[in-house]
């Protein structure tokens, strides 16, 4: 990812993450989900979710008992993602070029 376009997102990681999280405002989790969900392999280990974003395929996969890691370029969509009400056990660390959000599996 260019720095350029590292920026941008990172300039823009609060409105898509409200944009992202709002209901049914786009196909993700009434088409895409359904439709990924028999792809996904059992949960075992990690599931790396890179471009994590806000989090929502983290915690889509948590839910589905999935330890999830998530990778984004963006500090801000990574904080978001790991203080989602939902991502209570995430965590956060920073490098220079990509910040890690790790996820465990939601209680059932």
């Excluded at 994590?52 to 963006?74: F, P």
Aim: avoid cysteine; charged fraction near 20%.
């Amino acid at each position: 990812m260019t720095d350029s376009l590292r920026q941008a997102w990172e300039a823009e990681a609060e409105a898509w993450a409200a944009w992202a999280r709002a209901p049914r405002h786009d196909a993700f989790s009434h088409v895409t989900l359904p439709e990924l969900r028999p792809l996904l392999p059992e949960p075992s280990g990690w599931t790396l979710d890179l471009g994590a974003g806000e989090g929502r395929m983290g915690r889509a996969l948590a839910a589905a008992g999935h330890r999830v890691l998530g990778l984004d370029s963006s500090p801000t969509l990574t904080r978001l993602a790991a203080t989602h009400d939902a991502a209570a056990t995430a965590r956060t660390e920073a490098s220079p070029r990509t910040t890690v959000v790790t996820r465990s599996p939601s209680a059932r």
